[in-house]
């Protein structure tokens, strides 16, 4: 069974622009999760979706978006980049996101904002 | 609200010697804890999960942890440390709060293993 993809693996951008992230979880799983990854505030959680609806989100600004697609796979947005969101984002996904299910994480996207 | 707490930062050991990292929590709710490991550039895999039956846990890679409640404690141990097994680890648990798996991290213990 293929893991949870994401795509692309490495991102650059400017300040101000916007970017998409893409995560395809395990096939058969309906709940994907995102988290965001710095050294500073290590790792939080941003939002988790199940059957296309975003059940749960974390304490980030509304310039941190997604959606999820009736095949289960999910993208990111994040819109006005700041130098703070330079990340590593990880996306997880889980059978059906209840908190007794394992999450299985994607190898991550590493976004660089110059 | 649930929050866990990595007593630790870093843990040196030497190949051979035993491993023990530390983890205490908080919750409000019977927790769902786990134990995650990161190796440079690579995402994160599940070592070990706990979810109210036995409260010795045993997880891959010779890892276990046991849950005590009266402590608040879920730590991670291995009997013999491997050079493989130097990087991050992440005490985790599960929001009680709704039954959704949005997970709360400790802050990571880097692990070095001194040959």
């Known amino acids: 069974k293929a893991g949870v993809t994401q795509t692309p693996r490495y991102l650059i951008k400017t300040r101000g622009q916007q970017v998409t992230l893409s995560c395809s979880p395990i096939s058969g799983h309906r709940s994907v999760s995102w988290y965001q990854q710095t050294p500073g505030q290590g790792l939080q959680f941003l939002f988790e979706?199940?059957?296309?609806?975003?059940?749960n989100k974390g304490n980030f600004p509304g310039r941190f978006s997604g959606r999820q697609f009736s095949n289960s796979r999910s993208e990111m947005n994040v819109s006005t980049l700041e130098l703070g969101d330079s990340a590593l984002y990880l996306c997880?996904?889980?059978?059906?996101?209840?908190?007794?299910?394992?999450?299985?994480f994607g190898p991550g996207t590493r976004l660089t904002v110059l | 609200a649930q929050s866990v707490t990595q007593l630790d930062s870093h843990v040196s050991v030497s190949e051979g010697t035993p491993v023990l990292l530390r983890c205490n929590y908080s919750?409000?709710?019977?927790?769902?804890l786990f134990w995650y490991v990161q190796h440079p550039n690579k995402g994160l895999q599940l070592l070990l999960k706990y979810t109210s039956a036995a409260t010795l846990v045993k997880g891959i890679n010779g890892f276990e942890a046991e849950f005590k409640k009266s402590e608040t404690s879920f730590h991670l141990t291995k009997p013999s440390a491997h050079m493989s097994d130097a990087a991050e680890y992440f005490c985790v648990v599960s929001d009680g709060s709704s039954n959704t798996g949005k997970l709360i991290f400790g802050q990571g213990t880097t692990l070095q293993v001194k040959p």
């Open positions: 979706y199940f059957s296309e609806t975003q059940r």
């Open positions: 997880a996904s889980s059978v059906t996101g209840e908190r007794y299910n394992e999450q299985f």
């Open positions: 919750s409000s709710y019977s927790p769902s």
